[in-house]
């Protein structure tokens, strides 16, 4: 048990790195070891890599000696600002006695020039150290930090997070807004305190959307920042209406001709908005040839890289960018941060040259020359430049809230270390268990900002939507106009579009579109082989309808609606059906009205000659009757015109088939009247007897009963009804009487007919009997009109449409009525009224 105990305390040594065995390997390091720009070990130490230097000088190495330590070139203020923001925040904490007490936090800061190798490098440097002097147990050690802040850039953060993710050791970017780096399976240990960029680019396609903007052009980085943001772009724009006419992919070392030719793409484009989804560094070489150019009049759209650069903002020449828009991290205030960073000096630390290189750049000095030396009297707080600036710390807070992340992480694996062993001896946390308790860790910082990650690593997303306006000393200023926060319930974007000045100072909002909008009334249809955006207007179909501007498609009214003139609003169709007011209908009653008006002249005059041969020939009472049922068939006409209703519908019908039966039952009476009554003369004939009034009152009786049995059979199994016929027509409802039961109709037509037809044969075998005044030859002509028109009426009643099949119908029942009224009672009235002489019996039996 002994044994085992002192075995445990060697493999506890050897781990902390305090015993090495005699049998371990012992190499030294060929090259040279990277160490930081800026550090200060503590108890616990934090490592963070910044690009604090723009560009890393490459070198020709000849592969004959080591080559030397890679030099940087062009000091980034904003990135050394982040170094010294990290200091802050650790020096804050340090003196703080309710965060990590009795403990004290110490940083490794590395420069990763703005290099991928450089980053790889500064991170394998943090994670084993820079010892000269390397042994097989030197992988057991625990990391020279429990903790990376950084890097800037995506594409050397996504390197940074692979290289250390297998060991576990926590990486908590600022500023990496790659979504790709939100695969908790590739960077199982990277966190972020920036939003990701998978909510920046529905933002911003929320935004475009917002501002009727669907056609737009879009310029990246050609790296990963920029791909995978305008990627997801393009995928939220997609499902917005929003198109994308070109895309163009640049870096700052690109040759000069690459940014020409995006800059042609952006002049020919049609999109008057253009999408900067790109870096700082890799936008300013094409703002300088834009510049150089004079391109005006581009509606501007910004990520979070370039909208709030005070650099671009405070350079005059770059005010073709005024108007632009684009979402911003929150900005907040951070107390006691410029008292800090206007007291760096490079006196402080003489050795450090990064210090010594930054004074001389600020103060564009040298600490090496004699006449215009930097003497070290300069004074920091009387500068304004992006270093010194605290009004816009979006991005610093985010390094700020970074080392918190890291220190409340710490604090709460101590705390719960201390609880768990009873005891005030303070455990060494190991990179697994920083990384476990990071997952989990919660509060809230000075600026009021509650901080927590996902699943993912990510924290809420939360922009700042500002808007580049003109300062009165001819800069740029940040105007809040709206914002975005993925945390709302809904609505995440609000934008306060009042207060927005556009491209060229302008008031008016500008406008972006491949194609106009389509008003109400017409539907879009894409243009072959172009974006959706693209479209031509088409105007609704007859009976569609679109009540909105760029309908997709139109919609069909209702059965009982039609769409009006303009094609935006869905009317009650016109009910069709053949009214009195109308002329059709006025002339139909006038003809009726006059047809009544004469039978009742002809029935008045009979009457009055009732007792003279030619109204006493041939069954004066037929006459009388045949009157009387010809004045009901123009009446019956009268039921057809009007709105059908279930009475008139029934009465029209039945009438018209009793009326008409009546009517060519007293017509076939006298017709076979004539007919006995020549036989009567006949010696030895007998015929009139079997064929006296009575009989003939009975056939008419008869006849006429024959066909009200079928109208009520009719009535009775299936009556006619009104009926709405939608299918005739598309654009009205024609109003009619539905016949219930064809048969029925056809059966009162055919009984019609046959008794015409009859009545027709009869009288023609009669036309050439011998007498002076033969009716039956006026009965033939009135019978051949009376069956020509029903004839007619046929093909006509079938194949006419709404309102003119009850016209045809009425025109038929007017024109037989007029037919058999002129040509049996005009030739009597003729000789009662100018040929009296022949209104004698000895006239009549002349022949």
């Not at 500002?466 to 709206?482: H, I, K, T």
């Amino acid at each position: 048990m002994v044994k085992r105990t002192v075995s445990m305390q060697v493999l506890l040594l050897i781990l902390h790195g305090i015993l090495v065995p005699a049998s371990a390997q012992v190499c030294s390091l060929l090259g040279q070891p990277a160490f930081p720009s800026l550090s200060a070990e503590r108890d616990i130490n934090i490592g963070a890599i910044f690009s604090i230097h723009r560009n890393a000088l490459l070198k020709m190495h000849n592969y004959t000696s080591k080559p030397d330590p890679t030099t940087c070139a062009s000091l980034n203020l904003r990135e050394f600002k982040f170094a010294q923001t990290l200091i802050f925040a650790i020096e804050e904490i340090n003196n703080s006695t309710q965060l990590l007490p009795g403990l004290s936090l110490g940083y490794k800061i590395y420069d990763s020039c703005r290099s991928f190798t450089q980053t790889i490098l500064s991170g394998m440097a943090l994670m084993n150290g820079y010892k000269e002097t390397l042994s097989d147990t030197s992988c057991f050690r625990p990391p020279a930090v429990h903790a990376i802040v950084g890097d800037s850039a995506s594409s050397s953060t996504i390197g940074l997070a692979s290289v250390v993710g297998p060991f576990s050791l926590p990486v908590i970017s600022h500023f990496a807004t790659c979504a790709c780096l939100s695969d908790r399976k590739r960077y199982p240990s990277f966190f972020r305190t920036i939003s990701s960029d998978y909510y920046q680019s529905r933002a911003l396609a929320q935004l475009v959307k917002n501002f009727g903007w669907t056609w737009v052009g879009t310029v990246r980085s050609r790296n990963d920042y920029g791909n995978n943001g305008i990627a997801a772009f393009e995928e939220a724009a997609k499902e917005e209406g929003v198109c994308i006419e070109y895309s163009e992919a640049i870096l700052n070392n690109d040759p000069q001709e690459q940014f020409l030719k995006t800059l042609e793409v952006i002049k020919k484009g049609t999109a008057r908005v253009v999408l900067a989804f790109i870096a700082l560094g890799d936008f300013l070489p094409l703002l300088k040839v834009i510049l150089q150019h004079n391109i005006t009049g581009i509606q501007w759209v910004g990520s979070e890289s370039w909208i709030t650069s005070r650099t671009l903002a405070e350079t005059k020449e770059y005010s073709f960018l005024s108007g632009a828009v684009g979402f911003a991290i929150a900005n907040a205030k951070i107390m006691g941060l410029r008292e800090f960073l206007v007291n760096v000096h490079p006196y402080k630390e003489p050795k450090n040259e990064l210090l010594k290189e930054f004074w001389e750049i600020v103060f564009q000095c040298s600490f090496n020359s004699i006449g215009s030396g930097c003497t070290g009297s300069e004074r920091l707080a009387e500068l304004q430049n992006e270093y010194t600036d605290v009004s816009e710390l979006r991005i610093v807070n985010k390094v700020y809230t970074a080392v918190y992340a890291i220190a409340y992480t710490l604090h709460n694996i101590l705390k719960d270390f201390r609880t768990s062993t009873n005891s005030s001896k303070i455990g060494w946390p190991v990179p697994q268990m920083v990384l476990k308790y990071m997952r989990d860790v919660r509060f809230t910082v000075k600026t009021g900002e509650e901080i927590f990650f996902d699943e993912s690593g990510d924290p809420v997303a939360r922009y700042d939507l500002v808007n580049w306006q003109p300062a009165e000393d001819g800069s740029m200023r940040f105007e809040l106009v709206g914002l975005y926060d993925s945390s709302l319930p809904s609505e995440h974007l609000q934008v306060n579009q009042e207060h927005i000045l556009w491209a060229e100072k302008s008031g008016q909002l500008p406008v972006s579109v491949c194609s106009e909008t389509c008003p109400p009334g017409t539907r879009k249809a894409v243009q072959k082989g172009r974006p959706v955006c693209c479209y031509d207007c088409i105007p609704c179909a007859e009976g569609e309808i679109s009540n909105g501007t760029d309908s997709s498609d139109c919609f069909p009214c209702d059965l009982e609606y039609w769409s009006n003139k303009s094609k935006d609003r869905c009317v009650l169709k016109v009910v069709e059906f053949l009214s009195y007011t109308e002329i059709m209908g006025m002339v139909f009653c006038i003809l009726s009205f006059i047809g009544v008006l004469l039978t009742a002249m002809v029935y008045i005059l009979f009457y009055l000659q009732k007792e003279t041969s030619i109204v006493r020939a041939n069954n004066s009472e037929l006459s009388f009757l045949l009157l009387f049922s010809l004045s009901l068939c123009f009446l019956c006409s009268l039921t057809f015109i009007g709105r059908p209703t279930e009475l008139s519908c029934m009465l029209r019908h039945t009438a018209f088939g009793i009326t008409f039966v009546l009517c060519i039952s007293c017509v076939l009476g006298k017709t076979i009247v004539v007919l006995m009554a020549f036989k009567a003369t006949l010696p030895g004939s007998n015929v009139m007897k079997w064929f006296g009034p009575a009989q003939q009152r009975l056939s008419v009786v008869s006849l006429t009963l024959m066909q009200v049995i079928i109208c009520v059979l009719w009535l009775t199994i299936s009556p006619p009804f009104p009926y709405m016929n939608l299918s005739y027509y598309r654009e009205k409802i024609i109003l009619e009487c539905n016949l219930g039961s064809a048969l029925g109709f056809w059966a009162v037509l055919g009984y019609t007919g046959m008794l015409s037809v009859m009545c027709f044969v009869l009288a023609f075998l009669a036309r050439k009997l011998p007498d002076n005044f033969n009716e039956a030859k006026f009965i033939t002509f009135s019978m051949l009109i009376f069956c020509a028109v029903w004839l007619t009426f046929i093909p006509a009643y079938v194949s006419s449409p709404g309102k003119f099949t009850v016209a045809v119908q009425i025109f038929a029942i007017l024109a037989s009525s007029f037919g058999l009224l002129f040509c049996i009672f005009a030739p009597k009235c003729y000789i009662i009224l100018l040929k009296p002489e022949k209104n004698t019996k000895k006239e009549m039996m002349r022949k």
